[in-house]
């Protein structure tokens, strides 16, 4: 079974500019899920997909950041315009359903790992 | 506030050594708790998942623990190997919201 995939791996850019994410899931799943770990961090989630409508984006900076999935399989995380403090791993994951018994298994992409200059 | 504390930030064992990671949490009402393995430029990988009712895990040479009336956990790992040199995140799921509350993590040096 193919993991998450996600590209780029890494990205350089410098403020003020823009930059795109993408995230193709293992197949079939329904939950996407868009993560940006700090270094020396955990994860923190900026925004869930169930299918392709949003479940969770509490916590996306809404002023510079946005995500779609329009056919509720990839997915594309975008910043606009870039900020210093954005500099981070952004992680994709997966998992087959959302809530249930709340032990589905996200399954997660290798990074795009973020620089801002 | 649901938190979730790790400790320590980092450790270095030698191989072969055994070594064990904590992980305690306010989070409530609870619903689950894993352990990731997380090696540097990947994303993180599931170990192990424990509900209320679980007090043991294993996945090889890693062993976890909940303690749901203290609301601590520990990941104890066995023989330890260059391999296992990685990040360790505890993560909660708050029974409520559904949300997952990640710890810092804690980050592991196996020297030869």
């Known amino acids: 079974e193919a993991g998450v995939a996600q590209s780029p791996r890494y990205k350089i850019i410098e403020k003020r500019q823009s930059v795109a994410f993408w995230c193709n899931p293992i197949s079939g799943h329904a939950t996407l899920y868009w993560y940006q770990q700090i270094l020396g961090q955990g994860p923190k989630l900026l925004i869930q997909f169930q299918n392709n409508g949003v479940v969770d984006d509490s916590q996306l900076p809404k002023d510079r950041f946005s995500a779609e999935r329009l056919k509720g399989v990839d997915s594309t995380l975008k910043i606009q315009p870039a900020k210093l403090e954005d500099s981070a791993v952004y992680l994709c994951?997966?998992?087959?359903?959302?809530?249930?018994?709340?032990?589905?298994?996200?399954?997660f992409g290798p990074g795009t790992r973020l620089t801002v200059l | 506030k649901n938190q979730v504390e790790q400790s320590p930030q980092s450790l270095i064992i030698l191989e072969g050594k055994n070594c064990t990671l904590q992980c305690n949490y306010t989070v409530s009402p609870f619903s689950n708790l894993r352990w990731y393995k997380q090696d540097t430029g990947r994303g993180p990988v599931s170990l192990t998942i424990?509900?209320?009712?679980?007090n043991t895990k294993s996945n090889g040479r890693y062993t976890a623990t909940l303690d749901a009336d203290t609301k601590q956990s520990s990941l104890h790992i066995t023989a330890s190997q260059l391999s296992d040199s990685a990040s360790y995140i505890c993560?909660?799921?708050?029974?409520?919201?559904?949300?997952?509350?990640f710890g810092q993590g804690t980050t592991l040096q196996v020297k030869p």
């Open positions: 424990m509900t209320f009712s679980e």
């Open positions: 994951a997966s998992s087959s359903r959302a809530g249930g018994l709340g032990t589905d298994t996200q399954y």
């Open positions: 993560v909660v799921r708050h029974s409520g919201t559904g949300k997952l509350i």
